[in-house]
């Protein structure tokens, strides 16, 4: 599967807080509400400029704090098609792999805001078609390329049930 | 080769030879989401279409982070709550219970040896009674809840000592925020602590809990300790439940091995916006604050709430300032009433709360004001974290706390030494 959008640039050690406020999640399980205000502490105009399909390109430790699964789903009701960032918060990477939303680790130093990208995911894969450069990233542990190709692990788990790792 | 805790019981609740690496499905012994995260899980839950949970016995749900519900909004999310709790025979812990991981603690849901998941970022708190404990999202904890197993890759470990006498005025806290500072807050990401050493033994099993809170806030997917006469007194008449610590091998393998002397340390603050901006409470004295928070997960223990009360006892908080206090559990409320620790607070002006996690998530019960500077217990101090982005959150010690909050200015704590 070959995704293509426009990068929106962060910086490291961006928290769950900052992807969904605590003071907008605890009311609502309407994530198309939630979307409205993804990243709104660190950039009130982000929900306006991103576009179905883009991608938010971050440095270390995206996605730290709370568990809160609104996170990657207000993302992904905003558009945003990936997350790339240097490392991920362990919670955050689980939580984004159930919901389908793609998390890529790779060096992301040389992608700028607005930059086109194409990610591959089979093959690991990134290409920043504005700088003309190719990134590897790092491979998904198998588990959860199983449940990013079933769209998430409510559809694993209502075809199979319990979780299988051999 | 040795094992360490971590990989002792993914590997028994596994049926595996679990090492750091491995991905291995694992039985729960316990599992627990609370009112930001369970009505996702309940939404994910029905989305698997899979009838009954596999252990209703071995799930738990609290209403505590807006507790009691500030909005109609909040009052139907927590119905919600209550119907899937009574539907599947679910324990439901209602509003004035208390905050989710002291009641796990208070009623002996977690034990030593355990494998608990919880959806909230601090479950790695249990770490300190000796159970791996960690933070998962509401789709986990759905599949949890279903099959009553989840999938774990077995962390690596880094291996902390820390040694020295506390010096008279520093905490627990004070260490734990030591840690972060130094460690950072992505220095342990996808590990597990192992935290030991003369210092921690020498904690009470608050202190220790308050250590292993922090472990999330350095990245670590657990804050493990071994468990000692403390942690086995402290379950005694809890349970009548069967259980087995876990120690490492003394030739277990650690990914890295830090050592700290605490003897010299001083007491410690972490500065807005990020927790492992960290610095002696000395750096930062005479900062002006408005609003105080003692409480939450991280500090709303009985020890917490003496120490705060040795402060404050006799004292007034300075005029335009307001503090705010939340006792962790019914259970630590009851026992702060029968010492009277909520006279002396109430006597010094502090506004005393229903057990929960009260302002430290945002929502109600304290959001301050524009520019203001909060002084809290609690261990995020994200921009907005208390409600609102232009205000500026330093964590520290409920002595440092309190002291600050009489003084209307962060102060050191060791001028209010008894």
């Not at chain 2, 009691?68 to 439901?92: K, N, Q, Y």
């Not at chain 2, 999938?151 to 905490?171: A, N």
Request: proline letters at 4%.
């Amino acid at each position: 599967m070959l995704l293509k959008g426009k990068a929106h640039r962060f910086g490291d050690d961006v928290n769950t807080d900052y992807i969904i406020s605590g003071r907008h999640k605890f009311k609502t399980l309407d994530m198309d509400e939630l979307a409205c205000h993804v990243m709104e502490d660190l950039d009130p105009e982000f929900y306006g400029r991103c576009q179905e399909g883009d991608f938010i390109v971050a440095g270390k430790n995206f996605g730290c704090g709370s568990s809160r699964e609104q996170a990657p789903l207000a993302l992904k009701h905003a558009g945003v098609a990936g997350v790339l960032a240097g490392s991920f918060a362990r919670i955050y990477f689980r939580n984004s792999i159930n919901n389908g939303l793609p998390a890529i680790v790779c060096d992301t130093t040389e992608i700028e805001d607005g930059d086109e990208l194409e990610i591959d995911l089979e093959a690991g894969m990134v290409r920043d078609v504005t700088k003309g450069i190719e990134l590897a990233s790092s491979p998904l542990p198998k588990v959860m390329l199983d449940i990013l190709s079933e769209g998430g692990l409510v559809e694993y788990m209502s075809r199979h049930g319990s979780l299988k790792v051999s | 080769m040795g094992r360490t805790i971590s990989e002792k019981i993914l590997g028994s609740h596994s049926g595996t030879a679990a090492r750091a690496g491995d991905i291995v499905v694992a039985e729960l012994d316990f599992m627990m989401a609370q009112d930001g995260t369970a009505p996702l899980a309940i939404r994910s839950y029905e989305g698997m279409k899979g009838g009954a949970p596999a252990h209703p016995e071995r799930v738990a749900l609290c209403i505590d982070h807006n507790a009691p519900s500030p909005l109609r909004s909040v009052s139907e999310l927590h119905a919600l709550m209550r119907s899937f709790a009574g539907e599947h025979g679910l324990e439901l812990n209602d509003v004035g219970e208390g905050v989710c991981h002291q009641v796990m603690l208070d009623k002996a849901h977690v034990v030593p040896g355990s494998l608990v998941i919880g959806a909230d970022s601090h479950t790695c708190t249990y770490g300190a009674v000796n159970a791996f404990a960690t933070g998962v999202g509401s789709t986990d904890m759905a599949a949890g809840m279903l099959s009553g197993a989840l999938w774990f890759r077995v962390p690596e470990t880094m291996k902390v000592t820390v040694s020295g006498k506390l010096p008279e005025g520093v905490s627990a806290k004070d260490i734990a925020l030591m840690m972060v500072g130094d460690i950072t807050a992505d220095g342990a990401t996808y590990m597990a602590l192992e935290i030991g050493g003369d210092t921690i033994t020498a904690l009470d099993l608050d202190g220790r809990l308050t250590i292993s809170n922090l472990a999330v806030e350095m990245g670590a997917k657990a804050g493990l300790m071994e468990a000692d006469d403390k942690t086995l007194e402290f379950f005694e008449g809890r349970t009548t439940a069967s259980f087995e610590s876990v120690s490492p091998d003394a030739d277990a393998r650690y990914a890295r091995e830090i050592a700290y002397d605490v003897s010299g340390l001083e007491p410690q603050i972490a500065r807005p916006h990020q927790v492992d901006n960290v610095c002696a409470v000395g750096e930062v004295a005479g900062v002006p604050v408005a609003e105080g928070l003692i409480g939450t997960c991280t500090n709303g223990r009985i020890e917490d709430l003496r120490s705060a009360a040795a402060v404050l006892g006799g004292r007034k908080v300075a005029a335009g300032v307001r503090l705010i206090v939340a006792p962790a559990s019914r259970e630590v409320m009851l026992e702060a009433l029968r010492e009277g620790l909520i006279e002396i607070f109430t006597e010094a002006g502090a506004a005393v709360m229903c057990p929960g996690c009260a302002s430290c998530v945002g929502t109600h019960q304290g959001v301050p004001g524009d520019g203001e500077n909060v002084i809290s217990t609690a261990n995020r101090n994200f921009k907005g974290r208390m409600g609102n982005p232009e205000a500026f959150i330093y964590l520290a010690s409920p002595t440092t706390v309190a002291a600050s909050c009489i003084e209307g200015k962060i102060t050191d704590p060791r001028e209010y030494l008894p």
